[in-house]
């Protein structure tokens, strides 16, 4: 019989492919046990096994009729010389195979005499194990029913093609998402700066001014300066990109984020429920509070209520404060400051409605209506 290549080299190649299936230790599976259950019954021996060979052991990934085992030394293993075979290797009488005397299980009290096992092999030709069928009584198979025991072996390795193949999709996506995160963190970051650098700038050409211009200058410095340490609170907070954060905890912390902005006495009240919302949607939701609360400030106000409610699949968000109101026949469509044009984004990314007018407070009030999926994120 044909034997496969012995040298260190090749052991070693082996064993990386062994490894590259990340099988070993893995917990029991369902699939590859209901091979080795159908195995010991159409081949009607005792037992059937799946074993991955290991550097120093051979380790049994499922095995019908064979209780309390789940490994062996690898040395004398069958299933050690098995995968050294191209094909089948069948002992039908192994207490008279010179071979097979010193394994223990032949020589011992378990009494092993008929061992048939087919190499599990790699496209690339390595050997991870075997499926493998034992009897304690001598026996023979015929050429059909070593042809079953071979397609259940090509069976199994079709299985731990698909595990591997499992794992390495979910690894690339894992690595994916990493590099993306790492690549929005940098964006986010640099935006940030260019943020702070225009306030300065705001800020210095203030002081070459008087007067209106002056105050407009400070003003727009004032904002932008908000607006970048808003920014960095949220994505400080966020989590990572493919994960859900709390938005209870989110506006508390923005919140906070936001309280110097307001004049000395002022106050920003949050009552939220904790809802999971996606990343993506913390961020629309984070500029658009962001720019409601400046604009109270902006316009006057000395308190802020921020209060979320759930009720039948959507998510309300009001925003109220006691400044001097809204003017007649405002609509956010038609201004032209920055805040509005944000506040309209934001609300169209959020799939939101937005509806506004005087708070209990007498001050002013915006509304914001977003829909909920079915498992209770943002949509």
């Given at each position: 019989m044909e034997h496969v290549d012995l040298s260190t080299e090749a052991e070693a190649a082996r064993l990386t492919a062994v490894r590259r299936y990340s099988v070993l230790d893995t917990p029991p599976d369902g699939a590859f046990d209901r091979?080795?259950?159908?195995?010991?019954h159409l081949l009607q021996t005792p037992i059937a096994i799946i074993s991955i060979v290991d550097e120093d052991r051979i380790w049994f990934k499922s095995c019908a009729g064979l209780e309390g085992v789940s490994e062996i030394p690898r040395n004398p293993g069958l299933c050690a010389s098995a995968i050294l075979q191209e094909g089948p290797w069948i002992l039908d009488d192994a207490s008279v195979e010179p071979v097979a005397l010193s394994n223990p299980l032949v020589a011992g009290e378990f009494g092993l005499r008929f061992y048939a096992g087919i190499p599990l092999?790699?496209?690339?030709?390595?050997g991870l194990g075997t499926l493998c069928v034992i009897d304690k009584e001598p026996r023979s198979l015929s050429p059909d029913q070593t042809a079953i025991l071979e397609d259940l072996a090509a069976v199994v390795m079709d299985e731990l093609e698909?595990?591997?193949?499992?794992?390495?999709?979910?690894?690339?996506?894992?690595?994916?998402?990493?590099?993306?995160?790492l690549l929005a963190k940098e964006v986010e970051h640099r935006v940030m700066n260019s943020l702070q650098l225009v306030s300065s700038v705001a800020r210095r050409k203030a002081a070459q001014h008087d007067g209106q211009t002056a105050a407009e200058l400070k003003?727009?410095?004032a904002r932008i300066g908000a607006i970048a340490q808003a920014n960095r609170h949220i994505q400080q907070s966020l989590p990572g990109l493919a994960e859900n954060g709390d938005l209870a905890l989110f506006l508390e912390v923005l919140s906070r984020e936001l309280f110097p902005l307001c004049p000395r006495g002022g106050l920003i009240e949050v009552e939220c429920p904790s809802v999971s919302v996606p990343r993506d949607q913390l961020v629309?939701?984070?500029h658009l509070v962001t720019e409601l609360v400046l604009n109270a400030v902006k316009s006057g106000a000395g308190r802020i209520d921020l209060r979320g409610d759930l009720e039948d699949k959507q998510l309300t968000l009001s925003l109220n404060d006691d400044g001097p109101g809204l003017p007649d026949g405002f609509?956010?469509?038609?201004?032209?400051?920055?805040?509005?044009?944000?506040?309209?984004?934001?609300?169209?990314k959020l799939d939101a409605d937005v509806t506004w007018g005087r708070s209990p407070r007498g001050g002013a009030q915006f509304v914001l209506t977003l829909p909920l999926a079915q498992n209770g994120k943002m949509r």
């Amino acid at each position: 019989m044909e034997h496969v290549d012995l040298s260190t080299e090749a052991e070693a190649a082996r064993l990386t492919a062994v490894r590259r299936y990340s099988v070993l230790d893995t917990p029991p599976d369902g699939a590859f046990d209901r091979i080795a259950r159908l195995a010991a019954h159409l081949l009607q021996t005792p037992i059937a096994i799946i074993s991955i060979v290991d550097e120093d052991r051979i380790w049994f990934k499922s095995c019908a009729g064979l209780e309390g085992v789940s490994e062996i030394p690898r040395n004398p293993g069958l299933c050690a010389s098995a995968i050294l075979q191209e094909g089948p290797w069948i002992l039908d009488d192994a207490s008279v195979e010179p071979v097979a005397l010193s394994n223990p299980l032949v020589a011992g009290e378990f009494g092993l005499r008929f061992y048939a096992g087919i190499p599990l092999r790699t496209s690339d030709g390595h050997g991870l194990g075997t499926l493998c069928v034992i009897d304690k009584e001598p026996r023979s198979l015929s050429p059909d029913q070593t042809a079953i025991l071979e397609d259940l072996a090509a069976v199994v390795m079709d299985e731990l093609e698909l595990r591997r193949d499992a794992i390495e999709t979910h690894g690339a996506l894992l690595r994916e998402m990493q590099e993306k995160e790492l690549l929005a963190k940098e964006v986010e970051h640099r935006v940030m700066n260019s943020l702070q650098l225009v306030s300065s700038v705001a800020r210095r050409k203030a002081a070459q001014h008087d007067g209106q211009t002056a105050a407009e200058l400070k003003d727009i410095a004032a904002r932008i300066g908000a607006i970048a340490q808003a920014n960095r609170h949220i994505q400080q907070s966020l989590p990572g990109l493919a994960e859900n954060g709390d938005l209870a905890l989110f506006l508390e912390v923005l919140s906070r984020e936001l309280f110097p902005l307001c004049p000395r006495g002022g106050l920003i009240e949050v009552e939220c429920p904790s809802v999971s919302v996606p990343r993506d949607q913390l961020v629309s939701i984070g500029h658009l509070v962001t720019e409601l609360v400046l604009n109270a400030v902006k316009s006057g106000a000395g308190r802020i209520d921020l209060r979320g409610d759930l009720e039948d699949k959507q998510l309300t968000l009001s925003l109220n404060d006691d400044g001097p109101g809204l003017p007649d026949g405002f609509d956010p469509s038609n201004s032209k400051g920055l805040g509005m044009a944000i506040l309209q984004s934001m609300t169209q990314k959020l799939d939101a409605d937005v509806t506004w007018g005087r708070s209990p407070r007498g001050g002013a009030q915006f509304v914001l209506t977003l829909p909920l999926a079915q498992n209770g994120k943002m949509r």
